[in-house]
């Protein structure tokens, strides 16, 4: 189900274009339950780098009146896009000595000195106490292949997953990576600074590196 009237009020709400969708009936969200919402965002801006496609969804929304309204969230997931040339501003700005491509099955790290190829590293990304790592699949230092690649692994400088969000899933392609976050349920008040909220909860916050 869809409702263009309920589009245009978050996205007025949010300032963005937004698309909600769920399933069942229309008479379910008269009630104030949405069965597998869905609410796609053309994008979002954080403090640490750009993503081309937000999507929310959960298992079950259910809306309860009162002052204030609250929202209760159940199995809420998120899926943060981000695009090669989101990452190559952010490694820009970071000024970080290789550069990470975006390849259709993995990630690639490209090291460069001078502008001449130095080495090359084949990585998955993952997930360490809440911090972001590249674990080396291979490697190769001036086109020679290095056996040890896959002992040694690099942190991101990237700030940490919030606490209660699990990361559930990364999707590959040419120049995009997907990563899918999962977290408990709960329930939020439906006041000024919901969204803020919602992002602190299921989004890396504003943190650089670990401590």
């Known amino acids: 189900m869809r409702s263009d009237a309920i589009d245009q009020l978050l996205s007025s709400y949010l300032k963005q274009p937004v698309r909600l969708s769920w399933k069942g009936a229309a008479s379910d969200a008269i009630r104030g339950t949405f069965e597998r919402p869905r609410v796609e965002l053309g994008g979002l801006a954080t403090a640490w780098v750009p993503f081309e496609e937000v999507v929310l969804d959960a298992d079950r929304v259910t809306f309860r009146p009162g002052v204030p309204a609250r929202l209760g969230i159940e199995t809420p997931r998120i899926e943060l896009a981000v695009g090669q040339g989101e990452?190559?501003?952010?490694?820009?700005?970071?000024?970080?000595?290789?550069?990470?491509?975006?390849?259709?099955?993995?990630?690639?790290?490209?090291?460069?000195?001078?502008?001449?190829?130095?080495?090359?590293?084949e990585a998955r990304l993952d997930i360490v106490g809440g911090w972001f790592v590249l674990k080396p699949r291979r490697a190769s230092i001036l086109g020679i292949p290095g056996a040890l690649a896959p002992l040694f692994r690099t942190y991101l400088p990237l700030p940490p997953l919030p606490r209660d969000a699990r990361l559930i899933a990364i999707d590959h392609e040419p120049g995009l990576l997907r990563l899918t976050l999962e977290a408990d349920d709960f329930e939020?008040?439906?006041?000024?600074?919901?969204?803020?909220?919602?992002?602190?909860?299921?989004?890396?916050?504003?943190?650089?590196g670990p401590s």
């Open 87 to 121: 990452i190559d501003k952010w490694m820009s700005r970071l000024q970080l000595p290789f550069r990470l491509v975006l390849e259709e099955t993995s990630l690639i790290v490209k090291t460069r000195i001078a502008g001449f190829p130095v080495g090359e590293l």
């Open 188 to 208: 939020e008040r439906i006041t000024p600074g919901l969204v803020s909220r919602l992002q602190k909860r299921m989004m890396p916050g504003t943190g650089f």
